[in-house]
């Protein structure tokens, strides 16, 4: 029996290299946010709909496809998110974003065209996986960057069921370009979001005996807290609050009857993650209460932390070094990802995609300025076909040829 092959992989997209840098820089010049993703979706099923799959709408953004046999013995879901953020950009690229605050700053677009590269490459062997009873899923992920995030629209719509293995990437621009992190367990932090509303009598900033300086109470708020939290949980869970949004007033001399502050919680312990929402909400009471101010405390769980399993981080080394790659070692980030819910119905693991061009300027996620060097897109497409590939060679070693 034919075998699927990973010199027919590099082959097939390096062939279509120039393709996948133009579907790239198409999705980069319209960014969509969270559940507004209906052009990229529209995008994405069209160019697999044209390497011949059927690709299926998720019921509100996002796409699904699957290649291979029609009941597998083995399947492999390959995930990349595909909402963009609410920052302007300000990389002055000809390609770059015509939609007014919105922009790909965290690589979204690299993270779907390199999975469509993979999907294209995988079709070329369709029935060869056909033929050895082996499927892989392509996952098209919208909203990402909310919470709740996509991941569950995904989970909820069964698209993992019956799934034995999960593997995605994020673009890392630490790394250079055909660099691949890998680490084996938590590779990020569970991220959680906190809201806080404050509400009291205010009036004149002379007579701040007469009012209820809600002002002050949230200033206090947004310092005690975290260092209360500190002192309230074990320091190796990595606990950390760190306030975005502040907001109370609109005069310098007139204490507000309002002020609300909104953040996140991070935290590198899964189990620390899984119980510490009431102590967050008990905390913010107690720091507030000697001010005489009325409370609302808003606690909504994100994604528990991604931890990569030993057998996904050796699929995802072995893709890497057939394709060409090099895999590197990486530490776990304070980052979130909702990708660890996929995890928790299928093992596999994320790696981190260099975008860095050697020598040059190294950019940070979810920054306006942020470019990618655009060889990272058949990186990252040779690192999930060949991923695959590997997940499939593990389970059964006659399965995947290496030329």
């Not at 060869?128 to 919208?142: K, M, S």
């Not at 708020?221 to 950390?240: F, K, Y």
């Not at 975005?244 to 310098?252: C, E, N, R, T």
């Not at 790696?351 to 061009?357: D, E, M, S, W, Y």
Request: proline letters at 6%; a negative charge.
């Amino acid at each position: 029996m034919e075998s699927p092959s990973y010199a027919a992989v590099r082959g097939s997209i390096a062939s279509r290299l120039p393709q996948l840098v133009t579907i790239r820089r198409d999705l980069h010049r319209h960014p969509e946010v969270s559940w507004a993703e209906e052009r990229t979706s529209a995008v994405i099923a069209e160019r697999l709909t044209e390497a011949g799959l059927a690709p299926q709408r998720l019921t509100r953004t996002g796409v699904v496809a699957d290649i291979g046999a029609a009941d597998p013995d083995f399947r492999v879901v390959l995930r990349a998110d595909i909402d963009a953020l609410p920052v302007r950009e300000r990389t002055g690229l000809d390609w770059a974003s015509v939609s007014p605050g919105v922009a790909h700053a965290c690589g979204h677009d690299v993270h779907a065209t390199a999975l469509l590269g993979a999907g294209f490459a995988l079709a070329d062997q369709v029935e060869v996986l056909r033929a050895n009873g082996v499927a892989v899923r392509l996952a098209f992920q919208p909203a990402e960057e909310s919470i709740p995030g996509g991941a569950e629209l995904v989970i909820d719509e069964g698209f993992l069921k019956e799934v034995d293995a999960a593997y995605a990437l994020h673009c890392d621009p630490s790394l250079d370009v055909g660099k691949v992190g890998l680490r084996e367990g938590p590779v990020t932090a569970a991220a959680d979001r906190i809201d806080v509303k404050l509400t009291g009598r205010g009036g004149h900033t002379s007579r701040p005996q007469l009012t209820e300086d809600l002002t002050f109470a949230l200033a206090k708020i947004i310092t005690e807290v975290p260092a209360l939290l500190s002192r309230r949980v074990d320091p190796r869970a990595g606990a950390l609050i760190v306030w975005g949004q502040v907001h109370a007033g609109a005069a310098g001399n007139v204490i507000p009857s309002s002020g609300e502050a909104s953040g996140t919680l991070r935290v590198l312990d899964a189990e620390v993650w899984a119980s510490i929402g009431p102590l967050v909400k008990e905390l913010v009471e107690a720091v507030a209460r000697p001010y005489g101010v009325g409370v609302e405390v808003v606690y909504t769980p994100g994604v528990p932390p991604v931890v990569n399993s030993a057998e996904g981080i050796a699929d995802l080394r072995t893709g890497a070094l057939q394709t060409g790659l090099d895999p590197v070692a990486t530490s776990q980030s304070m980052g979130g990802e909702d990708f660890a819910w996929f995890l928790h119905h299928a093992p596999g693991a994320m790696a981190r995609l260099g975008t860095r061009a050697p020598g040059g300027t190294t950019y940070d996620l979810h920054q306006g300025d942020l470019i990618v060097d655009e060889r990272a897109i058949g990186a990252g497409a040779m690192l999930l076909a060949g991923t695959a590939l590997a997940a499939f060679a593990r389970r059964s070693p006659a399965h995947v040829a290496t030329s």
